[in-house]
Nanobody, 123 residues
Framework: QVQLVESGGGSVQAGGSLRLSCAVSRYTVSTDFVTWFRQAPGTEREGVAA??????NTYYADSVKGRFTISQDNATVYLQMISLKPEDAAMYYCAAGPFMYRPLEQIVSYNYWGQGTQVTVSS
């Protein structure tokens, strides 16, 4: 069993920064990708950034390119967010899943999810 625990959410003003952390209990063949998703009220959950654990390849949604950076340090995956906008406000979740070709889109392929951390951005 793999456990994911997010932390680092909070409230910031537009233009501010936050760094989210996802502690991964262990890596297995089912955790080739660790991905950050977000979900705002009334919207579908969307993938924002993914990292391929074995190779370090990263993937970003167009809406966050140049502002968000996903990285890994041993058992923790980070999401550094800068220049935050009100539309970035959401519950952020990290998830782990096997190898896939579209890690930001294949949400049903993820086997393990964290409990989420709230990000609030005021204008």
């Amino acid at each position: 069993q793999v456990q994911l625990v997010e932390s680092g959410g909070g409230s910031v003003q537009a233009g501010g920064s936050l760094r989210l952390s996802c502690a991964v209990s262990r890596y297995t063949v089912s955790t080739d990708f660790v991905t950050w998703f977000r979900q705002a009220p009334g919207t579908e959950r969307e993938g924002v950034a993914a990292i391929y654990i074995k190779g370090g390849n990263t993937y970003y949604a167009d809406s966050v390119k140049g502002r968000f950076t996903i990285s890994q340090d041993n058992a923790t995956v980070y999401l550094q967010m800068i220049s935050l906008k009100p539309e970035d406000a959401a519950m952020y979740y990290c998830a782990a899943g096997p190898f896939m070709y579209r890690p930001l889109e294949q949400i049903v392929s993820y086997n393990y999810w964290g409990q989420g951390t709230q990000v609030t951005v005021s204008s």
